[in-house]
């Protein structure tokens, strides 16, 4: 149904008059000009598009945009849009990408891991992640870039 | 005249008179003679490098950026030579028109071709500065130096110019010829500086092909046929072109629907009612190498030495195995994509290719237009593994672009990039070979489908025949392969390798002597024995018959003159015949490394990809219809498959460079076929070793 759905986007109100039922996916590429969410399969089997809502982290491609309305909504561009977070900076120093088309879903997702459970165990890291594809293999330096950003373990924990 | 380079490519420079260009030729090159044509490109220095008014200084390449780190090895190069900070350089790569000509990004041939010239090319501008700074300082060139950008007099630091004030924002002008490259005190070559893709991929500001959102785009979507060789009869477009805003086109062949929103011209393409004819019954995944059998031609002989009777009766009796490998799609996690502007007779193109060079002659072909009216950019590529060659997409968009009169985006959803992938041919690998006393003697091998290359071993064998049909680079048989083959990382030889390799084990178990000591009996050739004890070394390996319960295997490989060896640990369940890598470990020669972070990369890369075409990636396909169309089916390798990795590199500092996005992943397949064998005494012959084929072995 055509009508407008307002949201918060990266932390700034955004309203989009369109039909309600496309995905979140297309209208923050093309309506909102967002692009560093990714396309990758289109039916939430890869996470190139993961976005947070609420704390969350939801595959885009098969997200409504009615489902957002009133909700907070976090991509890409709002992880780093007051300096480079933490998750970033440790994906950079781990150099936990290659070709990056992956990279944006992967921070998203690693993000609200880290959000929810601020000290992971590396399993908990892996199972967390275990359906964002890489096809350039750099499981083992997302796994070790994510745990660089939770940062030491609290005893016991 | 000719120009004296380090390495193993000896080139001669042919001026051409008064024109102040060079073109190039190789005298000789040892890159197998069926790699896809050969490297060529301009020798003058302002081809590859500008230095800017404020300083900065900006390599060119017509090389892409896929993820392998090309930018970051480039600007390497360049700051050492140029004796400039690393941080000063900018890499534009894959732009046709501002980037100096490159026939593509494959074959692993960035670092030993392009990273060369690139260095030449800095190594003369600062001589050419030198010479220019002693003109105006008035101080012999001898009592300069350079550092940070800037030449100096030696004795008298502070009389100096700066490069930007040399050049002044112009070409260089001066060439000089025989410029020694730096052999020591290397301050950037071999470290691992921040890649320079690094910001723009972490934050999200990378723009692949599809992120270009020039005003008035429109996304197109095209009617698709459902098979190959699937004829289209009828296509009512009419309950599509009730969609507000779409626009439908018709031209040359080619029924596509546009529309401002992506999703809305993808939802409105599926709208189309399209009856197609069928193809006529064909090949499916599982008839497929019978087909091979059945459609291959006379063998081509690759290779050939001793008498294979003699080999024969040393033998004593032979072991003949048939080794198979499926299909394999490359799977980029961006799909193909372009978007086009046509403007005034001109058309710029964004695409994700591997080869802009190539897809600009693509472009200009279809559309009729000067070659110098194409631009093609391929700034961020989100992966090409050897996929991303061709760009029908591209072609498609430009055309597009013409008949709308508005920029075009064409992206293709992942079910389009199954269909038209170009895949890992499949291939039939048939091995007869004997040992006796510990030798090899015999060798008679033939290979339908996947390519010749690193067929013929280099084990010491007396008696030996290698034969070969088709393969990935085309040649085949007409209808051999039931949809386009290519290139798919290091081409034809994950797939003799993996079956050379494991027949060796076939014969080492036979004879009932460690593997790593049957191949060391029969190897005399001294980098690959090195990578081999290396490898040993670093894993811990310890003698044994296999199979031997631990879950042990080796193999050892050859690409375009780098040399592998890698050593897996496996567990394998006997009730569900899944395999678990434990821990793979590698040692590589591929050379003097520029970059040990970045090769390292490619090869953790390379065992990730290598599980996946060991273990589960292979395409299902039924009378030219590809039946994988997404992620669910086709499998790729995951966290929970990461296994330890441990990677060596066994170099000559004084070595060549060698590219490493492809030598890493070429034993994957035999090193795994082993250790499942080693674990469970079950050989299995058919990539991908699927939990269902090892149970099959095992029964």
Known sequence: ?157 | MAIATEGMVRREFFSLAGAGLYVFLHAEAQEPARLPGRQSGPTDLNAYLKIGADGRVTCLAGKVELGQGAMTELAQVLAEELDVPFDAVDVVTGDTGLCPYDMGTFGSMCTPLLVPAVRRAAAEARAVLVLMASERLKVPATELGTGAGAIRELAHPSNRATYSQLVEGKRIERHLENIPLKASDLRVIGTSPRRKDGPDKVTGRAQYAGDGLLPGLLHAAVLRPPAHGAKLKTADTSAAEKITGLRVVKEGGMIAVLHERPDIAREAVAQIEAEFENPPAGANDKTIFDHIRKIATQPRPVGQSGDLAEGERLAGSAIEHTYLNSYVAHSPMETHSATAQFENGKVTVWASTQAPFMVKNAVSAAMGLPSENVRVVARYVGGGFGGKTAADQAVEAARLSKITGRPVQVVYSRAEEFFFDNFRPAAVMKIRAGAAGGKIVLWDSEVLGAGEREANPFYDIPHRRITSVGGWQGGNPPGMHPFAVGPWRAPSVNSTTFARESHIDVLAAKAGIDPLEFRLNNLTHPRIRRVLETAARQFGWKSGQAPSGRGFGMACGIYSNACNATMVEVAVSRDTGAVQVKRVVMALDVGMVVNPDGMRQQAEGSVIMGLGYSLSEEVRFRNGEVLDHNFDTYRLPRFSWLPEIDIAFVNDPQAQSLGGGEPPIISMGGALANAIFDAVGARVLQLPMTPERVKAALA
């Not at chain 1, 989009?16 to 093309?30: G, I, K």
Request: glycine share 10%; with cysteine; net charge neutral.
């Open chain 1, 1 to 157: 149904m055509q009508q407008t759905i307002s949201f918060t986007l990266n932390g700034k109100p955004a309203s989009v008059n369109t039909d309600d039922e496309r995905m979140l996916l297309w209208v923050l590429r093309s309506d909102l000009g967002l692009t560093g969410t990714k396309f990758g399969c289109g039916e939430g089997l890869c996470g190139a598009c993961t976005v947070m809502v609420e704390n969350e982290a939801v595959r885009s491609c098969v997200t409504p945009l009615k489902s957002v309305a009133g909700k907070h909504v976090l991509t890409i561009e709002g992880v780093g849009q007051h300096g480079l977070a933490a998750i970033q900076q440790a994906f950079l120093d781990h150099h936990a990408f290659q070709c990056g088309y992956c990279t944006p879903g992967m921070i998203v997702n690693a993000h609200a891991l880290l959000q929810k459970t601020p000290h992971p165990t590396r399993d908990q890291i892996a199972r967390h992640m275990e359906d964002n594809l890489c096809r350039c293999g750099a499981h083992g330096r997302i796994l070790d870039a994510i745990e660089q950003a939770s940062g030491p373990r609290k005893a016991g924990a």
